[in-house]
């Protein structure tokens, strides 16, 4: 049988559960029916995705107060026979095999919570007490634990962000004080076309590497503006717009450069004394 065709008669009984912080237990009322076992199901409601809901209560006699077991949706997927597996495995089919999970709990190092205790402090409020110091103790422990944890986790931080600071000044060193106060998204443009590697007179190196030799062996930056060049279109011989066209010059001998390694070379002859460090 499915729990939505269970024919046991509801009753009125009080139940233990959470309130909205999930954290202390309080004492609500329920219409319920009996399912098998200790396990008693509450009416079906409409949950806010449009499906059945219902929750599970634990009741070990008549007389005291249950607790909250599980709160799950379609009754019609589950069989009595599916839910008195899941009290066996769950150890809730009597105080004494909760008595005995609470003991393990305790010995594992486990999360208790407060509904389990107030529960259970029906039957053995000695116990109960027990439950509460360890919980409280347990807390502490998880809490020093989160903020040993947290403090790894900035140190890591820490490190991380010493570490690409470390890695960002040494890469902005090897600009010669150029890009020193230069915006983080004009340096990544910057160290992009700089940083991009050519081949000259046979040797690979980088564009940087480039403009330094360069003005270490003597070259000097030019610009010339108003540059055109004629092309030709639809059988028409058209000249370009005026363009501005950067270069390289040691005596006769040119090389042709961007913009961004003439800016680079200009800031280089201003300030040759960097050069030599």
């Known amino acids: 049988m499915t729990l939505d065709n269970l024919l046991t ?19 609500h009322w329920y ?3 009996h399912v098998i076992g200790t396990i008693y199901k509450s009416k079906d409601i409409l949950g806010d995705l449009g499906e059945t809901e219902f929750k599970l209560f634990v009741f070990f006699n008549d007389k005291d107060d249950g607790m909250q077991f599980q709160w799950m949706s379609h009754p019609e997927r589950y069989t009595v026979e599916q839910i008195a597996e899941v009290m ?7 105080a004494i095999q909760m008595y005995s999970d609470l003991n393990d709990r305790m010995k594992q190092n486990k999360f208790i919570g407060n ?4 529960f259970f402090r029906q039957f053995d409020a000695a116990a109960a007490d027990r439950y509460t110091q360890y919980r409280a103790k347990f807390l502490a422990r998880r809490e020093e634990e989160e903020h040993e944890k947290a403090l790894m986790r900035q140190a890591e931080e820490n490190a991380k962000r010493e570490k690409e600071q470390a890695e960002l000044l040494a890469e902005k060193a090897k600009y010669l ?9 004009r340096f990544g443009q910057v160290s992009t076309i700089l940083n991009a590697s050519i081949r000259v007179d046979g040797k690979i190196m980088t564009r940087r590497e480039f403009v330094i030799n360069c003005l270490k062996d003597g070259w000097t930056p030019r610009k010339k503006g108003g540059v055109t060049s004629w092309y030709k279109r639809g059988g028409e011989v058209q000249e370009s717009k005026p363009r501005t066209e950067y270069h390289l010059h040691k005596a006769e001998y040119v090389y042709q450069i961007s913009k961004t390694e003439y800016d680079f070379a200009v800031y280089l002859a201003e300030h040759s004394a960097t050069l030599n460090t």
């Open 115 to 118: 509904a389990q205790i107030e």
């Open 31 to 33: 219409d319920v029916q």
């Open 9 to 27: 008669p509801f009753e009125r009984r009080r139940v233990i559960e959470y309130s909205a912080d999930g954290v202390k237990a309080v004492r």
């Open 88 to 94: 066996r495995r769950s150890k809730v089919d009597s």
């Open 177 to 185: 004080g150029w890009v020193d106060d230069m915006p983080p998204l």
